[in-house]
């Protein structure tokens, strides 16, 4: 047997398991401890899964759970970066590409460039698919941030329109999520667990 | 708007979260600490996505992500059950079975009935989508063993016999799959860190 394609899966294999140590600011929804990638993606996916009929557009599901299980490896290399971090930008960063090209390149050359293309539509947020992705990766935290009794707005004196802005890109992706999200957050002001100016 | 059935996507959103507190035996790829539900299933689904070429028959590899994704979910109620536990079988129970409706059935009904129905399917092992993800969820540890230099293996005194017996699942899956994983195991024998009798 020719084991040489699959050695450099199995490579790759070795090399995500990274992701399972890079710590999110934000919490689990059940216990102070913060969250790592590799649980925030498997979250995300299985959003996706029960959330897909509320996309504004039609959507290819299979490739908004490979954009969302794959969306974080990078930073097996650049490292998390905070959505409200006032310094870096939570963008597309030159670190990140040449991050995706060192990572999904321990795969066979086509595979690698499926992964690099797949993971540059959902930084892109162009297409139907990239939207409803990063819809799910804004509204897991918020579902989190509620539940801790605030998490990372209180933490980092994250304030109301800061919240409605970043937030609001899950609209794009969703008009019934966006409105679900927007009462939440309003009702997040009332209970005193977000802060208006 | 209506939140009726997207209030019960969120309360089910909200209650897999707990598969990141379940903690299975074997260990990280590159540390002591115990993997999670949640890291593991995650990597199983991305595992599946670079090897599903490797796959004996044609499968629907979307539903084995989707199997993947939600085959531990259950262990909410019933807990994590090892593989070589010596006195409680590592298959469907009761006990899973009455969680899969619960956990499931908070979600609308139509989507408790698929994923329950793919839950099942996971379980019993009997269609191509389900013998691949079983080989995922089998190769995974394996793997993770040779990276903790016998790892599980070694802390419960597990022999060779044992391994291949368990194992030999992944050959359903995988006849290539297999051939590397006999390898591996083989390779364990003589490196001193899996015992025959």
Redesign the interface.
Known sequence: ?D?GE?QK??D???E??????IQRKTR????DRA??D??H???L???A???SG?SNQDID??KV??ML??HDVVEIDSGDIFLYDNVVSHSNTEAETIAARRIFGL?PQN?AEELIAIWEEFEAGDTAEAKFARAMDRF?PL?QNR?NKGGTWKEFNVTYDRVVQKKSVIKEGSD??W??SK?LIDKSVEEGILTKD
Chains 1, 2 share one sequence.
């Open positions: 047997m084991f699959l899966q199995v790759f294999i070795h995500i398991d990274k992701v399972k140590y689990l929804f059940n216990s969250e790592n590799a649980e993606s498997w979250h996916a299985l959003m899964i029960v959330l509320h599901l299979f759970i490979k299980l794959i795969l595979q897991e579902l539940s019934l999520l409105g679900y009462m």
